[in-house]
């Protein structure tokens, strides 16, 4: 019969009333055939698939209300499942059919009322090897525990729930299956189900206060059962058992227990499940699961996302907003602030016509300086674009996360564990309303792919040396944290969708060692990913966003690397690193975050490497009390506050770093709290009114205070989730690199930001090779330094005001540095120290002005200014003026290049030279050489250079040591984590 002899849309209707056996059978007449039965799916093949009382839906139980990809795959893949239980018995009969083959001398024993069997254990009796037992409607309760010793199936009549066992079942043969059957425990024990050597095999079973013991060699295989009333799964050196679409909820511990190092022995039956493990790929698809990129926030959680500030203007536009910001908030000059004595030509001429006192210096009188040691960092690239010290934009496009298979083809022992099926694999179940979902202990593994745990206490705890791998799960709402590790646990955490949770998304410690990559963890209560008490981990690739606290929290020698991460638009800090906690922070994007990008402090010292830390709703990197570390090679731009702000407390080696474009300062070293914005710091956090370490521990015992009542109600097995007593040892933390004693700013590039350098601290800095050029404010600002703070070999260009500022009762060291055509002086100093051997050239106001009384040596510096005098020695100044050469400007600067005011008597002017131009010419002649202009592309006098990343270029000092006191307590904008 010939298909197109009738309308395909008739020849649909008339298959629709075919059964299963003779659909198969019309699959095999032609192409033809074939083509329209297989276009039944959405028609016969669903019916026939939601018909089958052994099979509900595809997606049950976690998302029923989604279509498979084919209804009539879904039940070719029941249908080989359910035959998995007879693959060790006797040949099969071949049938015509694909989906039916019957077993030769097969019997059927029916166990019920008015049947010839009452009881169950009258029909195992004299059941066959591979016999089917059918369990009409009723309760059966067996007052003793039942054995079954040959291989049976026993299916349950009727809709499920209408047959209820009350026994406890001993598995002692090598097969099983149970199918449509009511588990509830008997009188005298709480295990209904347990074998220790064989297989078996559960299909649509309700278990309900009962549990199911499956000991190594033991397997088990289970689909589309229900765990409820606080029923469980104890897996025991298991080598390979599948639980596939089944529902867990109402546990009082954990639904699923996977305990001790798979068995070596393995039955039967193991070849056969890895065989299923590897054909069914995870088919769990959720719109929730797919990866979200930073700027793609149509999806990013259950909460609306924080503003994108960047992506709400224009450059331009972001640009006039940050300068006007930083006027605003007062931080481009502090309240107290002067740029010291203005030239006759500054006061003469309106606010509006500043600009043409910096271009007064015309060309043909400018003395060159563009061979200084720096000046390749403002050259253009070899693209011809220009270069990040130059641009008077913020970086527009920052690097993209890894896809999950370019971090396996990176990474030989993720994609090992990705590959890997020993243990328990569970797949497609639903974990909800309970206390624990799954517990893996004491060598155990367990392999989780498109599960959906919500409203537990926890969802995953893995320990003891144990092995976890999870793909493509979601993990939501639980009361503590969604994922616990510790106790030198480790495996791969892959693809999950880990979501508002009331602790930590994933919590690390005691050793604990995984690979988490590619996953989303976000909206949390609290932060996204702790590691804590000698954590470790590998934390890659993974977008972490809108959690309450830390989007990464490193403290009690934690100490993960944590690289190619996208944290965005956390409600505190974007990386915290606290009491003593370590760890490598490369390439990541931190951004829009509330508190500071990176916050660090109480010992924190990790490795800050390379990451964009940018467009922050206050700092970008702040070290706190305490803090330390190498921050090197990063690009901290777009910031509200601060690009770093540094507490005179902590000892950080900044290194080689861009700070650009930020609204308030480059890079701030406080030793009090920052003026600005008291009210709004001292309003939002505990302790902040206190000073020392009484107030900082304030704040700490109120937020711990806070996290251990949430955390002591949920308790398991007497231990608290304290942080303080994961404390072990110190892990040779120090190890890693030498440290010093002198906070280090050296070989960073800080431009166009409110001021560039801003110190107010009582304790000593070192500023080696820094470029600070194009700052809206001030180059460098010292207004409080009671210990000795080092600038040496830095180029300071082109900045709005005074190139460098030196407060009174401040200790300055200048050497070596070059500043260059700044808005007004060129260094303003009203401090104790030294001023020597600098080339000060093009500046719009005086190039060197002297003031107060101060004690001062200013020796053998290169001066030229544009407007106002060379050198200028105002009031009682102490010092020496000692061999500086001083160049005219522009003729119609009518200033003296040399002044002093008349009666200072405490001043000694010796060995000066004043360089005048030759009237007979118009073009100077005149050239830096005998040294080229500052600073000097090798290191100053008495300085070792030292090794700094090539793709940098910039040739540095070494380290300057000095001792330093603990104890000041200060604040930022918004910096303070809990």
Excluded at 83 to 89: D, E, L, P, S, V
Excluded at 256 to 269: C, F, H, M, Q, Y
Excluded at 913 to 933: A, F, G, M, Q, R
Aim: net charge negative; glycine share 10%; charged share 20%.
């Amino acid at each position: 019969m010939e298909v197109g002899s009738l309308p395909v849309e008739l020849w649909r209707l008339i298959l629709a009333y075919l059964p299963l056996p003779d659909l198969g059978r019309c699959c095999q007449v032609c192409r033809a055939w074939r083509e329209l039965v297989l276009s039944l799916d959405n028609t016969r093949w669903r019916q026939l698939c939601l018909g089958c009382p052994e099979c509900r839906h595809p997606n049950w139980p976690s998302q029923p209300h989604l279509e498979p990809p084919s209804w009539r795959e879904a039940l070719k893949q029941h249908a080989l499942a359910t035959r998995t239980w007879t693959q060790n018995g006797p040949e099969l009969q071949s049938s015509a059919c694909l989906f039916f083959r019957r077993r030769k001398d097969r019997r059927i024993w029916h166990v019920g009322p008015g049947c010839e069997f009452e009881t169950l254990r009258g029909a195992l009796g004299v059941a066959g090897p591979y016999d089917r037992v059918v369990l009409h409607p009723g309760v059966y309760e067996e007052q003793a525990e039942l054995t079954i010793k040959i291989p049976v199936e026993i299916i349950g009549l009727g809709t499920l729930g209408e047959v209820a066992l009350l026994v406890c079942v001993e598995q002692q043969c090598p097969t099983a299956r149970l199918c449509n059957l009511v588990f509830m425990p008997p009188w005298f024990s709480t295990v209904v189900y347990k074998t220790s050597w064989g297989h078996v095999q559960l299909d649509n079973c309700n278990f309900e206060g009962a549990q199911l013991q499956i000991r190594g060699p033991g397997t088990c295989q289970a689909r589309f059962c229900s765990f409820s009333q606080s029923s469980s799964v104890n897996l025991i050196g298991v080598a390979l058992s599948l639980l596939d679409s089944c529902d867990f909820s109402g546990s009082d511990t954990a639904s699923v227990t996977v305990e001790g190092l798979p068995t070596s022995e393995r039955n039967w039956a193991c070849k056969h499940l890895a065989a299923l493990a590897k054909a069914f790929p995870t088919c769990f698809v959720s719109e929730s699961s797919s990866v979200v990129k930073p700027d793609s926030f149509s999806s990013v959680g259950p909460h609306p996302p924080l503003c994108n500030i960047k992506n709400q203007m224009n450059l331009d536009e972001w640009q006039k907003k940050a300068v006007l910001e930083a006027v605003c908030h007062g931080t481009v000059i502090d309240d107290g602030w002067s740029d010291g004595e203005h030239s006759e030509a500054e006061e003469e001429n309106p606010v509006g016509e500043k600009e043409n006192n910096r271009i007064s210096l015309t060309l043909d009188y400018k003395i060159s300086c563009d061979q200084h040691g720096l000046s390749h960092l403002l050259k253009p690239r070899s693209d011809g674009s220009l270069s990040l010290a130059s641009c008077p934009d913020p970086p527009s496009e920052t690097p993209e996360s890894l896809t999950f298979q370019q971090e396996l083809e990176r990474d030989p022992e993720a994609n090992m564990l990705a590959a890997s099926t020993l243990g328990c694999i569970l797949r497609r179940c639903l974990f909800r309303d309970g206390k624990g979902g799954v517990h893996v202990s004491n060598y155990g593994q367990a392999r989780l792919e498109g599960n959906v745990f919500r409203g537990l206490n926890y969802a995953v705890r893995c320990i003891q040396n144990s092995t976890i791998i999870m793909l493509r799960n979601e993990v939501r709402e639980c009361r503590a944290s969604g994922v616990f590790l510790r106790l030198s646990a480790h495996g791969l955490i892959a693809e999950n969708n880990i979501h508002s949770n009331g602790e930590a998304g994933l919590d690390i410690r005691k050793g604990a060692n995984p690979i988490i990559v590619c996953n989303r963890i976000h909206s949390g209560l609290r932060s996204g990913v702790v590691v804590l008490g000698n954590g470790k981990g590998s934390i890659r690739s993974n977008q972490i966003y809108n959690n309450k606290e830390a989007g990464v929290y490193i403290l009690f020698s934690g100490n993960p690397v944590v690289s190619g991460n996208h944290i965005f638009q956390g409600q505190a800090a974007g990386i915290a690193i606290n009491e003593n906690g370590r760890g490598l922070i490369a390439d990541n994007v931190i951004k829009e975050n509330q508190w500071g990008g990176v916050d660090i402090r109480r010992g924190g010292d990790p490795i800050l490497r390379n990451n964009f830390i940018c467009h922050g709703f206050s700092d970008g990197v702040v070290v706190g009390e305490r803090g330390r570390g190498l921050i090197e090679g990063n690009h901290v731009y777009g910031n509200k506050g601060c690009g770093v702000w540094v507490m005179s407390s902590s000892l950080p080696q900044l290194l080689g770093n861009y700070i650009t474009h930020n609204c308030m300062y480059g890079l701030a070293v406080f030793c009090r709290k920052d003026p600005e914005n008291v009210e709004v710091r001292e309003g939002n956090w505990p302790g902040q009114d206190g000073l020392g370490d009484e107030g900082a521990n304030g704040e700490r015992r109120g937020a711990e205070a806070e996290g251990r009542e949430a955390q002591e109600n949920l308790n398991d097995e007497g231990e608290l989730f304290a942080w303080e007593s994961d404390l072990d040892s110190e892990d040779e933390r120090h190890s890693a690199r030498r440290s010093i004693s002198v906070a280090l700013v050296e070989g960073n590039c800080m431009s166009y930001n409110g001021v560039g350098l801003y110190v107010k601290s009582s304790e000593p800095l070192n500023a080696f090779s820094n470029l600070v050029n194009s700052n809206h404010g001030t180059g460098i600002a010292v207004l409080q330094s009671s210990q000795l703070t080092r600038l040496v070999a830095n180029c300071i260009l082109e900045n709005g005001r005074v190139g460098v500022a030196v407060e009174r009762d401040s200790r300055v060291e200048l050497r070596g540095n070059g500043v260059y055509g700044n808005g007004s002086h060129g260094v303003v100093f009203g401090g104790n120290g030294q001023i020597v051997e600098n080339d000060v050239l093009g500046n719009g106001g005086y190039g060197i002005q002297v003031s107060g009384s101060t004690d001062i040596k200013i020796l053998r510096n290169r001066v030229q200014p544009a407007q106002g005098c060379g050198i200028a020695v105002l009031g009682a100044v102490k010092g020496i003026v000692h061999d500086n050469t001083l160049f005219q400007g522009h003729p119609g600067n009518k200033k003296t290049l040399l002044h002093m005011d008349p009666g200072n008597e405490n001043c000694v002017l010796r060995n000066n030279s004043i360089v005048k131009h030759n009237s007979y010419t118009s073009v100077s002649p005149w050239i830096l050489e005998s040294p080229p202009p500052r600073p000097q592309s090798s290191s100053p006098s008495g300085l070792s250079s030292s090794q700094h990343p090539s793709r940098l270029g910039i040739s540095m000092t070494n380290r300057i040591s000095a001792s330093v006191e603990s104890g000041c307590h200060s604040g930022s904008m918004f910096c303070c984590i809990l």
